[in-house]
C-alpha cells in the first residue's frame, strides 16, 4: 500500500478526482487495471496469500507502481519467486570514484575491477608493478590469462589454476544466461587457445571466491597471493578482485619492498599482465 501511495493518478494518466480522494496515490482497482490484472487477485497480492504469480505478471505491477530494482526483486521474494538479475542504476562505463579509492588504499597489494565480462575497468598501482595492468587497453582478464605470454612466463602456479579459472568464468555466465558478451569472449578465446577449449568443454562451474596465485617477479622474486572477488550492491555488474599476501611467504615485506622509491627504480621494465 506504502508504494501505491507514492505514485500519483496524474502520473500514469489518471484524473486526480479533483482533491476527493481520502488517501492519496493509486487505488488497488486502478493498479490492477493498469497492470492488466484482476483488482482480487491484486488485493490478494497484496494481502500476502497463496497465490500463483509469473515474471510477467510481478514486472506489470513492479511497472505501475514504478518499483526501483531492488524492490523489484524484494517484490520477487515475497511472491516465493527467484528475483530477477541485479541491474545497476549506472552506465556500463561509470566507475565511481569511491571504488577506485577503494583499489587505491588497498595499496601497497594489488587490486583491480573487472566489469561482467571481465573486460579490466581499474586496478591499483600495485596491481600494474606485479600483475602487468597497463600495457593493453582495456584488456579481458580471461583472455590474457590464456593469451598474454608475458603473464604466462610469471604465473609459476597458471596450469593449476587454469582450470577453476575458467570453472568461474562459466559461473560469471550462468547468472546472465543468453548474455551475447559472454558468447564474444567464448568464441574469441577458443579461435586462438586450444587449451582453453578442453577446459570449457568440461563443462565444470565454481562459483567465484578465492584463488591462490603464485607470481615468479623478475624484481621481487617469488609472491604468493589470495586473490578474492567481491561484489558491491551498487555495482552489481562490477567484480573487485582482491590480492592479500599468503601468511609466512614474505610476500608482504616483498610487496611493501617494491613499491617503495628504491623498488619502483627497479622496476623501470616490462612487466607481466
Not at 531492488?70 to 527467484?82: K, M
Not at 586450444?194 to 617469488?222: C, R, T
Request: charged residues 25%; proline residues 8%; contains cysteine.
Amino acid at each position: 500500500m506504502s508504494r501505491r501511495a507514492r505514485v500519483a493518478p496524474a502520473d500514469v494518466g489518471l484524473p486526480d478526482g479533483g482533491g476527493r480522494r481520502r488517501t492519496p496515490g493509486l487505488r488497488r482497482e486502478e493498479v490492477a487495471v493498469l497492470a492488466g490484472v484482476g483488482a482480487s487477485w491484486y488485493q490478494w497480492l497484496e494481502q500476502g496469500r497463496d497465490i500463483t504469480v509469473s515474471p510477467q505478471v510481478l514486472d506489470a505491477v513492479a511497472n505501475v507502481l514504478r518499483l526501483s530494482g531492488d524492490e523489484r526483486r524484494h517484490l520477487y521474494v515475497l511472491a516465493g519467486l527467484n528475483p530477477p538479475q541485479p541491474e545497476s542504476p549506472y552506465d556500463p562505463e561509470y566507475l565511481c570514484e569511491g571504488l577506485q579509492r577503494l583499489i587505491d588504499g588497498w595499496m601497497p597489494y594489488p587490486a583491480h575491477i573487472m566489469d561482467p565480462y571481465w573486460n579490466l575497468i581499474a586496478f591499483n598501482d600495485s596491481a600494474r608493478m606485479v600483475v602487468g595492468f597497463g600495457r593493453k587497453p582495456r584488456p579481458n582478464c580471461l583472455v590474457d590469462f590464456f593469451t598474454d605470454r608475458a603473464y604466462r612466463a610469471r604465473a609459476a602456479n597458471w596450469e593449476q589454476n587454469a582450470g577453476r579459472v575458467v570453472a568461474q568464468y562459466r559461473a560469471a555466465c550462468s547468472e546472465r544466461p543468453g548474455d551475447e558478451g559472454f558468447q564474444e569472449i567464448v568464441a574469441e578465446l577458443s579461435a586462438v587457445s586450444p587449451e582453453f577449449v578442453e577446459l570449457w568443454a568440461q563443462g565444470d562451474v565454481q562459483a567465484g571466491g578465492q584463488l591462490v596465485k603464485e607470481f615468479d617477479h623478475p624484481v621481487a622474486g617469488a609472491l604468493y597471493l589470495e586473490s578474492t572477488q567481491l561484489r558491491v550492491p551498487a555495482r552489481p555488474d562490477l567484480t573487485i578482485v582482491m590480492h592479500n599476501p599468503v601468511a609466512d611467504t614474505g610476500t608482504a615485506a616483498k610487496l611493501e619492498w617494491l613499491v617503495s622509491p628504491e623498488g619502483r627504480r627497479g622496476g623501470m621494465y616490462s612487466v607481466a599482465g
